[in-house]
Structures are given as structure tokens and as C-alpha cells.
């Protein structure tokens, strides 16, 4: 059967929201409209009118996405060797939402998966020019939404390659057996002046200055100020919650 492709939005609600909050603000009585492709709410708090379920753009999967099937939330190591890849700790939650009937709810039992660089810019289970990494699966793995709609990872902060800015890959499939199915496939990235904090540190620095930062980014530059992470810092490192509404055909 084939995939149905979806037409899709992210929510982006500004800066960083507890998954308490966040259920509190979507949970809410309010005044709902569909407008220019994405779902749309106001909420006053403190006098201010807040925006969610904002259309986002869909952005290429890119050529170093394996499907292998790894149902893990602490994706830091190859399973082969139990080897970690080393780098700064970032706890990502990604909260997912089906939109319609100017409804914005949770969408539990959606595949979620994520992949992405080390912190020396190398993808595993690869053939590059730079590198082979055929038979590891370090930094991939996919979570199935919770009643909450949320998946969530222990990664590492991405370091970088040459032409890209620093970014995680993000799929989101529902299930085939489903009555309707389909997948939203994007990128996530990081304000520039956060990464380049980051890559002070070793192992990133070890690979030096990245050339491209979020504007010399020809993918980025197609919407990618509208897929924004805006992590925190903890005492391990970092966390981050992002939300994705997918609308359904």
C-alpha cells in the first residue's frame, strides 16, 4: 500500500513550554479558524494573544535517511558495539497533533522517527565520500507517540558538515493499517549564536569553524526560521520541545 502524503503544519509556540503547559494551552476553550493553510487559535494570557498551530513547511529528507527500524529513545550509541557518540546531551520531546474540525489534539500510536550527525558532521549506516559507516546505527532511532502525543529522545547536540547548517531530520508516519496513513518528513535547527557555544567545546571543536551558518543554508533559506528548536539548558546539557500538527486529508 502505498504512503499518502499529508499535508502538514508545525506549532510553534515562541519559546519553550512544559509539556503541562503546552497541553493546558491546546486543551483550552478558545476561538479556532483554519487561515492560510494551517489551524490558528487566540488565548489571552497576561493580555497577550497567543498563536499555535501554525502552518510549517515540510523540507526534504535528504540522502542519509536509513529506515532501520530501531524503536529506542536513547539513540547516543551504536547497538553493534553499545559504543556512545560523544557531545553535549540534548533531551528532545516532539509533540505531535492531528488538526481538524478546529480541533488541535494529541495524536497517539505515529511513528516518529529522528537521525542526524555526530559532532563531527557523520552520519552512520553510510557511504560518503568522507566516510563509511555501513553497519552502525549510532544517532537514529524512532519513538510511537504516547497518549499525550509525545515522543521522546537523549541525543546529542548535531555538529556540523560542509554546505549545511546544524540540523536534525525528523519523519513522522502514521500506521499502515490505518484507515488513512501518511508521513510529514522535515528538518529542526538551532539559533546560530547557541551553536556556536556549543561547538566550542570538544569533540566539535576538534573539526573547526563550520562553513555554513542557518542563512547560507539553501534548505534552511526554503522556511527553516519557521522550524526553529529553542533548547534550555539543564545540568546535562540541553532540552528542547517542539510540536507538529498534521493535518489530515
Known amino acids: 500500500m502505498s504512503v499518502r502524503r499529508s499535508k502538514a503544519s508545525t506549532i510553534a509556540l515562541g519559546h519553550l513550554l512544559s509539556r503541562r503547559q503546552v497541553v493546558a494551552l491546546l486543551g483550552a476553550t478558545g476561538a479556532f479558524w483554519l487561515m492560510g493553510g494551517g489551524l490558528f487559535f487566540r488565548r489571552s494570557i497576561a493580555g497577550t494573544q497567543v498563536p499555535s498551530c501554525v502552518g510549517r513547511p515540510e523540507q526534504t529528507e535528504g540522502p542519509y535517511f536509513v529506515d532501520e527500524h530501531l524503536n529506542r529513545s536513547d539513540i547516543r550509541s551504536d547497538p553493534t558495539t553499545g559504543q556512545v557518540k560523544p557531545g553535549t546531551p540534548l533531551a528532545l520531546t516532539l509533540q505531535i ?39 552502525q546505527t549510532f544517532l537514529r532511532g524512532y519513538q510511537i507517540t504516547d497518549a499525550h502525543g509525545e515522543a521522546k529522545f537523549v541525543t546529542i547536540y548535531p555538529g556540523w558538515y560542509a554546505g549545511r547548517t546544524v540540523h536534525i531530520h525528523v519523519k513522522v508516519r502514521t500506521a499502515h493499517a490505518a484507515e488513512r496513513h501518511f508521513e510529514f518528513t522535515s528538518q529542526m535547527y538551532f539559533e546560530d549564536g547557541l551553536t556556536d557555544r556549543v561547538h566550542t567545546d570538544q569533540p566539535y571543536a576538534a573539526k573547526g569553524r563550520r562553513n555554513a551558518r542557518n542563512q547560507d543554508d539553501r534548505i534552511f533559506r526554503r522556511g527553516g526560521d519557521q522550524l526553529m528548536l529553542a533548547p534550555t539548558a539543564t545540568d546535562e546539557g540541553y532540552a528542547a520541545a517542539f510540536a507538529i500538527g498534521l493535518q489530515f486529508p
Open 97 to 135: 497533533f492531528r488538526l481538524g474540525s478546529g480541533d488541535c489534539l494529541p495524536l497517539a500510536g505515529a511513528q516518529v522517527d529522528i537521525w542526524h550527525c555526530d559532532a563531527l558532521g557523520v552520519y552512520s549506516d553510510v557511504r560518503d565520500a568522507g566516510f563509511d559507516t555501513v553497519g
